[in-house]
């Protein structure tokens, strides 16, 4: 758990527990949900501030003691709290929307077909999003269809490639409400590993170094909005 936390503050015990969730809340402390959506916790495992450093004390603490966690979630009719991503992360679309990109990613995530993927939307009216395929699986595809391709760039650039991850987009878009489907997509066509800048060492996608370097990418994505 979060060192200003002190501890834990929601449980899964063995009597009353729910998979995915990271619990309900202790006896003794308290769980809300901003405004915004971040879980923040409030009692006395919950630290005072950090010391002698009273401008990041406010930025973690608010003025009545609820602990910011930087964890964007969602709480169920039983108590039952669902970290769903981070507050940081969070997609504000043109409309005012607010979007939890990992929500969508994971759902992407879950197809055989797609290694990672990073959902695009800040300021803009719809959301789009840039996914690197799964190799091995790709290439099973391609090469059980005969579908020609001579290295991880023209594999990408197929026509077949393409139409299938977009039948995965589609499925993965019946989950969410209209503004949170991903309107259009483009395939990350460089093989990367975990010496590349691109990746954390979990070989997990940087949001912002992706979104810097694929820049060209994006811009395509929306030049309808643009016109």
Known sequence: ???????????????????????????????????????????????????????KTAETLTEDGWLRTGDVGKVDNEGFYTITGRIKDIIITAGGKNITPAEIESALKFSPYVSDAVVIGDKRKYLTCLIMIDQENVENFAQERRIPFSDF?????????????????????????????????????????????ELTPTMKLKRSFVEEKHKGLIDSMYRSEAA
């Open 1 to 55: 758990g979060q060192t200003e936390c002190s501890g834990v503050a929601t449980i899964n015990t063995i009597e009353r527990n729910k998979i995915s969730t990271i619990g309900f809340t202790i006896p003794g402390a308290e769980t809300r949900l901003s405004a915004e959506g971040e879980i923040q916790l409030r009692g006395g495992h919950v630290f005072k501030g950090y010391w002698n450093n009273p401008a």
């Open 153 to 197: 760039a023209s594999l990408c650039a197929a026509p077949e490639v393409v139409a299938l991850i977009g039948e995965e987009v589609a499925k993965v878009n019946k989950q969410f409400a209209r503004v949170e489907q991903v309107k259009d997509f483009r395939l990350i066509n460089i093989l990367l590993t975990a010496e590349d800048d």
